[in-house]
């Protein structure tokens, strides 16, 4: 009856008041006569609010009196352990202990509150409340369940009474679609300064171009156009240059204080080069301009500031004047390039029989000191630019959805396929350089003046 009677108030406790309820009685695998309750659809409607907190409260106060009155019936059956001087016999004493354990596995069957988050084993929430300690018999019982202080006295431990699962969970679930190019950009992204604390690693993404300027006559069909990234004053990072390249003598070089008066079109200042220039090569870096001379293998330095030629030096066996340029042609057989490590020359030789050779100059003399030699063929190739010390190519500066195809790593001697989408929105590449302050690729795209974000992969 003492069974029959927890069974009901765990039913209670568990929700299922004016639900439809089956009672069962069966034989246990110890001989046990017991009774067991099954709510046919329990829902979460049905559960008590959090307003119901205080009314728990007051059931567990009247079921631990009612558990009080059956002790000590149950102890009245026999002699009386209470009395002083009494002793209890471990027979007598497995009832109570058993009666323990069914209300802790009552409690742990509604679910106990946690006291700073409010939520029960059995998945509801609500306020948070205290756990209910009450000390009886040897007992504690906490937010947890019952536990005995100390175990009960007998030859062997009292069976545990185990309530039957629920017969039904309820689970929800949200899905989130989240474009996988927005992964990659995440788990992808570097960040600035040396090789190791500079952010370096792999290109694994290009970014879909954005238009900072269109040059509005024909000189402007192939350009080139460049910040510093290691600026001197009085140029900062967001002075702009720019410079077009249709014609015979290209020696106009045009400064902007920021972009968007390249956009508007109106330069601070027109520097005229001592010397014409050959082709879309030129970069700008530490207060100087590179740049290839026309119908000449050397590379001079055209310091800003001076606006002088500081110095120029030749390129020994570099192809020049359509000997080896890039696929689109437009004299592009020595390429200039900036990254994170310093200045490069981009260029091909008759000993190298028309592949890339890469060399790492000194900015202030121009002496090589450094050279590889790719087994990526020039004229295979739209641009190449230089990040970490790795050589990226273009695969077409003409198909709308064309790639970075090939990279030759420096640090290793080895060169590797690539497929990063890259996107020529305008249909003719005559330029692409990095620059690694803004981390981006400046590119002139048949008259436009666009950027590409990246993304590198961290080492």
């Known amino acids: 009856m003492v069974g029959a009677w927890l069974l009901l108030w765990g039913c209670l406790a568990l929700g299922c008041r004016g639900e439809t309820a089956f009672l069962r009685r069966a034989d246990d695998s110890t001989g046990r006569c017991t009774y067991s309750f099954t709510v046919a659809s329990p829902v979460e409607a049905a559960c008590p609010d959090a307003g119901g ?13 009612r558990l009080s009155r059956l002790e000590s019936r149950e102890r009245g059956s026999g002699p009386r352990g209470g009395e002083a001087g009494g002793t209890r016999d471990p027979q007598q004493a497995a009832p109570a202990t058993r009666l323990e354990a069914a209300y802790s596995e ?9 006291p700073n988050r409010g939520i029960g084993v059995l998945g509801g929430s609500g306020p948070a409340w205290s756990p209910l300690r009450v000390a009886r018999a040897g007992t504690v019982v906490g937010g947890a369940g019952l536990a005995p202080a100390h175990p009960a006295p007998g030859p062997a431990a009292a069976p545990r009474w185990d309530p039957q699962p629920l017969a039904y969970q309820e689970l929800q679930s949200e899905r989130t679609e989240v474009p996988a190019s927005q992964l990659l950009e995440e788990t992808a992204l570097g960040r600035p300064g040396s090789k190791d604390s500079a952010g370096c690693g792999e290109l694994v993404w290009v970014g879909e171009p954005v238009v900072f300027g269109r040059a509005e006559s024909i000189a402007g069909k192939y350009g080139v156009w460049m910040k510093d990234p290691e600026p001197v004053p009085p140029f900062t990072r967001e002075t702009t240059w720019r410079v077009d390249v249709v014609s015979t003598e290209v020696r106009q070089l045009l400064q902007y204080e920021a972009a968007e008066q390249l956009a508007q079109g109106y330069p601070a200042k027109v520097h005229i080069l001592p010397q014409p220039l050959e082709s879309t090569g030129a970069v700008v870096y530490r207060g100087g301009l590179f740049f290839q001379p026309r119908r000449s293998p050397a590379v001079a330095r055209y310091d800003l500031r001076r606006e002088a030629v500081t ?19 437009g004299y592009t057989d020595i390429d200039l390039a900036v990254d994170e490590t310093g200045l490069w020359v981009i260029y091909s030789t008759e000993k190298a029989r028309g592949a890339i050779v890469l060399s790492k100059l000194d900015p202030e003399t121009l002496e090589i000191q450094q050279t590889w030699e790719t087994n990526i063929r020039k004229r295979g190739v739209a641009n190449s630019f230089v990040i970490c010390g790795t050589l990226y190519t273009v695969s077409s500066y003409s198909a709308r959805n064309a790639t970075i195809n090939f990279a030759y790593d420096t640090a290793t001697g080895t060169s590797r396929a690539l497929s990063i989408p890259f996107e020529n929105r305008f249909r003719y590449l005559s330029m692409v350089d990095y620059n690694p302050a803004e981390r981006q690729l400046f590119a002139w795209d048949s008259f436009n003046m666009v950027a590409y974000p990246v993304r590198l992969s961290q080492l």
């Open 53 to 65: 907190v205080p009314e728990l409260q007051a059931e567990l106060a009247a079921l631990a009196t």
């Open 106 to 114: 009552l409690l742990r069957a509604k679910g106990h509150w946690a």
């Open 311 to 329: 110095a120029e030096k030749e390129i020994p066996g570099a192809g020049y004047h359509g000997q080896y340029p890039y696929s689109w042609g």
